[in-house]
């Protein structure tokens, strides 16, 4: 075979098209974007409900030690995960449910209310 009549590429496929289900054409895959958005907001999720994790021990050390999660500005030297969870703020906030208990965590100045 000669290398000019070769091929190269193929025929584009849009995601929507992919992620349909079998039995619609598709290949039943879950869209990457979507599966991404909700894998941050599941790590949002354990930074505020204080995980027993070794990455939300590391947050609450390097980036939480003087800030407050919902009020803190995003830094512009941090990860990429940690800015695409600083992002997702106010999303997260219309789920937020406050448990004040005895108060010892709470803040009136700093907590969305």
């Known amino acids: 075979m000669e290398r000019g009549l070769l091929k190269v590429g193929g025929t584009k496929v849009c995601w929507s098209d992919?992620?349909?289900?079998?039995?619609?054409?598709?290949?039943g895959l879950r869209n990457p974007e979507e599966r991404n958005y909700y894998?941050?907001?599941?790590?949002?999720?354990?930074?505020v409900n204080?995980?027993?994790s070794l990455w939300v021990s590391w947050v609450y050390t390097t980036h939480l030690k003087f800030n407050k999660f919902w009020v803190m500005e995003e830094p512009t030297d941090c990860s990429w995960i940690w800015r695409k969870v600083l992002?997702?703020?106010p999303?997260?906030?219309?789920?937020l449910q406050y448990n004040l208990g005895d108060g010892r965590t709470t803040s009136i100045w700093f907590d969305s209310w």
Not at 39 to 47: E, S, T
Not at 91 to 95: S, Y
């Open 18 to 27: 992919i992620c349909l289900p079998k039995d619609e054409g598709g290949l």
């Open 39 to 47: 894998q941050i907001l599941l790590h949002l999720y354990r930074v």
């Open 50 to 52: 204080k995980d027993r």
């Open 87 to 89: 992002k997702l703020r």
């Open 91 to 95: 999303i997260a906030l219309q789920f």
